[in-house]
């Protein structure tokens, strides 16, 4: 295929609806820019100083229980209020638009002990962690006020994480998104245009190939997708087409649990560092209308580029002009194919 030769052109992302940049041949231009911090996967178990270890207090001034498994609360510094105080006054101005914004925010620990990561939790622990997003997305999606639900996890310094504790976010909006909403928006036009689901085709033309797979199992499948923009970013697709995690099934979502673990492995694998991402689920709208169109994914954008302490970033031409990547999806797909999925640096 033509574009698999390493000269620029461009992709399109049909979920955003956008171009995305490729430029192969850069990735051999000489590198003097920052080198970040290589990080090691934490030794302590128990952190006096972290706010979210059991038993420990955080700074509102409330104690954590000595929790076990997972433990959730209300973000003690919340980007977003359930209750204002009334709306905002108009600026008279049809450019200088605002409203007022609602929201729920809550931490969720995925773990106790402080040292761990996803990728050294065990299947069966993550499990319990797809089990409280479940539970999270259904309680917080079935109040009346509350159109999304967007749960994610920033992992390292690297991605801003002000803490290397096991743990995620769920915020939950009065509102829908952006990313969600443009996401959506394609996706309908997508199934109005030729009856079928985006991501149903766009998966089944994935598997077809085998190029751009990383990993699968009965009911999940890992990709780098066509469009990525990030260098080792993934997609990663439910076999079956639902909406939400409450639709998955027990053997689902242990299929869930299985392909999280094997991915955050292999990343970590990759540079032998405690691999640095954004990641998070797109469910449908908890806008109580109908998403016929909707299909469960999670994306990972992980910032690393050539190694452990380079990472690529999202300055010029991507602010000003659009995305763009140096290594074509295809090599990522391979190099995170030839990671092992035995942790390089095991539990005890
Ligand atoms: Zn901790
Ligand atoms: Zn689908
Ligand atoms: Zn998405």
């Known amino acids: 295929m033509e574009t698999k030769d390493q000269y620029p052109h461009r992709r399109w992302n049909p979920l955003r609806q956008a171009w995305v940049l490729v430029s192969p041949h850069r990735t051999q231009r000489p590198w003097q820019g920052e080198v970040g911090q290589k990080a090691a996967p934490s030794g302590v178990s128990y952190d006096p100083e972290c706010y979210l270890c059991p038993g420990n207090k955080r700074a509102g001034g409330a104690v954590n229980p000595q929790y076990d498994s997972i433990f959730t609360f209300v973000n003690d510094y919340a980007a ?8 905002s006054a108009a600026s008279g101005s049809p450019l200088l638009i605002a409203e007022p914004a609602r929201g ?11 040292s761990l990561t996803l990728a050294r939790m065990t299947q069966p622990e993550i499990r319990r962690v797809v089990d409280a997003w479940a539970k999270e997305y259904e309680e917080l999606g079935s109040l009346d006020w509350i159109e999304y639900v967007q749960i994610f ?8 994480a002000s803490n290397p504790h096991p743990h995620g976010q ?12 443009v996401e959506t928006r394609a996706q309908r036009e997508y199934l109005d245009r030729t009856g079928l689901c985006l991501l149903c085709s766009y998966l089944a ?5 085998g190029e751009r797979v990383v990993l699968e199992n009965d009911h999940f499948a890992v990709l780098v997708p066509w469009w990525a923009v990030w260098p080792f970013e993934v997609l990663v697709v439910s076999k079956r087409h639902l909406g939400a995690m409450p639709e998955l099934t027990g053997i689902e979502r242990d299929a869930l649990a299985d392909v999280l673990k094997r991915l955050t492995t292999r990343y970590d694998n990759l540079f032998e560092t405690s691999f640095p991402y954004t990641m998070g689920f797109h469910q449908n ?9 909707g299909h469960f994914h ?6 690393l580029l050539r190694s452990a302490t380079v990472r690529k970033f999202m300055v010029g031409f991507e602010m000003l002009g659009m995305p763009q990547r140096d290594i074509t999806p295809e090599s990522a ?15 005890d």
């Open 80 to 87: 977003l209020l359930p209750d204002l105080p009334g709306t």
């Open 104 to 114: 729920l925010c809550k931490v969720l620990c995925f773990h106790p002990d402080h």
């Open 153 to 160: 996890e920033n992992r390292g310094a690297m991605m801003g």
């Open 170 to 181: 769920i915020w939950s909006t009065g509102f829908v998104p952006d990313e969600p909403a």
């Open 205 to 209: 033309t994935e598997r077809a190939s």
């Open 285 to 293: 709208p908890t806008d109580k209308e109908k998403h016929p169109e």
């Open 298 to 303: 999670a994306h990972f954008y992980p910032p």
């Open 333 to 347: 797909a391979e190099r995170l194919r030839a990671c092992y999925e035995q942790h390089f640096w095991p539990r």
